[in-house]
C-alpha cells in the first residue's frame, strides 16, 4: 500500500466540483483524509478566486494509474485537456506525492515543484503531513512550511 497525496483546485463552480471529486476520490482510494480549503486568488491569470485542498489517500496502483483516474475525475467535471497551465478551471487534481517516488517523465513529476513554490499546496500539506518527509529534501512538511517565505501570503483558510 502506497500513500499518495493529491492537490486539488477549483475556481469554476467551485462549491460543486470539490466536494463532487472528494466523493469520486473516496470511491477510488483508501484511507482518505481532507485538510482545510484554502482561498487563493488565481495566479498568473485573471479569474475567480480558487478553493485549494489536499488529500491523502492509500492505494496499491502503480502512480501512472493513479494519475489516469485523477485525469478521467477530471474530464467527468468538466475538464478540457485543451486547458492551459493558468486558466481558470473547474477542477485540477494533481497527483504531487506518492510515497517516496521521483519521477520526472513529461506528464507526470512527483514530487511536484508546486509543493515548496505555493503556499496554497504546502499549507494544507503541513496541516494532514507534518512529519512525513519531502522525497528529494528530506525535510519535514511542517518544516518546509516553517520555512516558507510568508512576506506577501494572502491566502484564507476557510474550514
Do not use: C
Amino acid at each position: 500500500m502506497t500513500t499518495g497525496f493529491i492537490s486539488i483546485g477549483s475556481n469554476i463552480d467551485k462549491e460543486v466540483h470539490v466536494p463532487s471529486s472528494l466523493n469520486a476520490l473516496k470511491k477510488q482510494f483508501k484511507n482518505i483524509i481532507i485538510s482545510d480549503t484554502y482561498k487563493t486568488e488565481a495566479v498568473g491569470f485573471e479569474g475567480d478566486d480558487f478553493h485549494n485542498l489536499i488529500v491523502q489517500f492509500d492505494s496499491l496502483l502503480d502512480a501512472k494509474s493513479v494519475a489516469k483516474i485523477l485525469r478521467l475525475i477530471e474530464l467527468d467535471h468538466g475538464r478540457t485537456r485543451d486547458s492551459r497551465k493558468y486558466a481558470a478551471r473547474t477542477l485540477d487534481l494533481d497527483l504531487i506525492i506518492y510515497g517516496d517516488l521521483i519521477i520526472n517523465d513529461g506528464r507526470l513529476q512527483i514530487p511536484r515543484d508546486e509543493i515548496e513554490r505555493y503556499a496554497f499546496v504546502l499549507e494544507p500539506l503541513a496541516e494532514i503531513a507534518p512529519n512525513f518527509l519531502h522525497p528529494i529534501s528530506h525535510k519535514s512538511y511542517a518544516q518546509l512550511w516553517n520555512e516558507f517565505d510568508k512576506t506577501n501570503l494572502e491566502q484564507i483558510k476557510l474550514r
